[in-house]
């Protein structure tokens, strides 16, 4: 089963969260823009077109500046 991770670069301890829908990773990079990636610049209508972009298969994944996310296969 497909999943997305979501990465958060912290330092020696990244943090990744697991997600099993688009909506579920379009919504913790909306907590984490206003969160602990509060000082990034986010546009959110470009995360949704990735997230429908990697969901689709025509791309695999992004980084940006402090965090990344990829498709995955296997158990959330």
Known sequence: MK???I???NG???LTYRCSTIAEAYGCLETLRTGLLHNR???MEGIMELLVEIRHGKV???SDYGWS???CE???
């Open 60 to 62: 695999l994944g992004h």
């Open 12 to 14: 020696d301890y990244p």
């Open 3 to 5: 999943h997305y991770e």
């Open 7 to 9: 990465t958060v670069n």
């Open 69 to 71: 996310i990829r498709v």
């Open 41 to 43: 610049t986010f546009n």
């Open 74 to 76: 296997g158990e959330v």
